[in-house]
């Protein structure tokens, strides 16, 4: 089954204390990306990658890393988490086609991660 | 800044109604995408529209893009209790990276 899975689905952390939130697609897709989700502000986008080792800021990429280091897998790293950052995070992914072949995105499950 | 914008915020009506909402933007886009999410749940694509079109249709949606206007509409007949979520609409534009951009949403409530 094509899917995007992220993990975990839920986190509790301090302030301070590193994490990763991994996200994995398995359908061979160029294109990945992170969001976060907030009330009244809509999604928006932290960091994507068009392939491998290619990596760039979205519009709030402020206290976030990531990395791609194979097609599949698009961790999203907070070195030192806050509480500003406690929110809902979507991974997702698409293909990289020409400008007018669409591109849907197909979205991880989300992962509700609370900094306290 | 945002792109797309939702209006309304919120739509309550009855089942069996229709739904109407709409996306306003503001710079020049290669396509246009219509996405549901079901409450604390990842966005699930339903449509998509590109600049050279002017309507579509899948099952019970209809899409439609007005590129002079910048705005689109998204249309669900004879809407069902199952339809209850938040749409959002995404634009991609026609320079710069390949990214999405999402308004805020409209919360559609559909009252059995």
Redesign the interface.
């Known amino acids: 089954e094509a899917q995007?899975t992220q993990n975990p689905r839920y986190l509790i952390t301090v302030t301070g204390k590193k994490l990763t939130v991994t996200c994995s697609q398995n359908m061979n897709h160029e294109?990945m990306?992170w969001?976060r989700q907030d009330p009244?502000?809509?999604?928006?986008?932290i960091y994507?990658s068009?392939n491998v080792e290619v990596t760039?800021k979205?519009d709030v990429p402020e206290g976030y890393k990531v990395s791609r280091k194979e097609k599949r897998n698009f961790p999203l790293i907070l070195e030192s988490p806050s509480p500003n950052q406690t929110s809902?995070y979507?991974c997702?992914s698409s293909i990289?086609g020409s400008?007018?072949a669409?591109?849907?995105?197909?979205?991880?499950?989300?992962t509700?991660l609370t900094v306290l | 800044s945002q792109q797309g914008e939702e209006d309304p915020q919120a739509l309550s009506i009855q089942e069996g109604e229709n739904a109407t909402m709409n996306c306003s933007y503001k710079t020049s886009i290669n396509n246009l995408q219509w996405y549901r999410q079901n409450s604390g749940r990842g966005l699930v694509h339903l449509i998509l529209i590109r600049s050279n079109e002017r309507e579509k249709h899948s099952g019970r949606l209809r899409v439609t893009l007005d590129t002079s206007k910048k705005s689109s509409s998204l249309l669900i007949t004879a809407s069902r209790a199952a339809d209850t979520a938040s749409y959002f609409c995404a634009t991609m534009r026609i320079q710069g990276a390949q990214k999405l951009v999402f308004g805020q949403g409209t919360r559609l409530t559909i009252n059995p």
Request: proline share 3%.
């Open positions: 995007v294109y990306s969001y009244g502000l809509g999604l928006r986008q994507y068009m760039d979205g809902l979507f997702a990289l400008i007018g669409g591109n849907t995105q197909y979205f991880g499950p989300g509700r």
